[in-house]
């Protein structure tokens, strides 16, 4: 067996062995930062500019996301929770980067609403990984 599937079936092995309130946890933060940024882009692609139909759009979004049935999701695959888990690493690395042009006209704005949507993402996964070892 070569190094690259053994690396494989370890991390396959340690998705599989998360609790189904991490996995739950990962999802809902993914979505929790896709689906206001997919409203935001939507309704910007529509043609609705302003500052205040964006951030109509984001709250909706994320309302939305937070509101979603998640406790009854049960990924079970290890391969399928791995591939979640990468997912959701990509987005967080990337998506707090992409909504504030979507939603504020100015640069120095979007510098600071980016800026705290990387503190707000960090503390939330912070908290959960303080809330997890007890």
């Given at each position: 067996m070569d190094i690259i599937a053994k690396i494989t079936d370890a991390l396959i092995r340690f998705a599989a062995g998360l609790a189904p309130e991490t996995i739950q946890f990962w999802?809902?933060?993914?979505?929790?930062?896709?689906?206001?940024?997919?409203?935001c882009a939507w309704?910007?692609?529509?043609?609705?500019?302003?500052v205040f139909v964006q951030v109509l759009a984001v709250v909706f979004g994320g309302l939305l996301a937070i509101s979603l049935p998640l406790q009854h999701v049960h990924i079970?695959?290890?391969l399928g929770r791995l591939w979640l888990l990468v997912f959701a690493f990509v987005l967080i690395t990337f998506m707090p980067a992409s909504r504030p042009p979507l939603v504020l006209p100015t640069l120095s704005a979007q510098r600071k609403l980016r800026t705290a949507l990387y503190w707000t993402v960090s503390v939330l996964v912070f908290i959960n990984l303080i809330w997890r070892a007890r």
């Open positions: 999802l809902r933060l993914v979505l929790l930062l896709a689906l206001p940024t997919v409203a309704t910007f692609l529509q043609g609705h500019r302003s079970v695959s290890g």
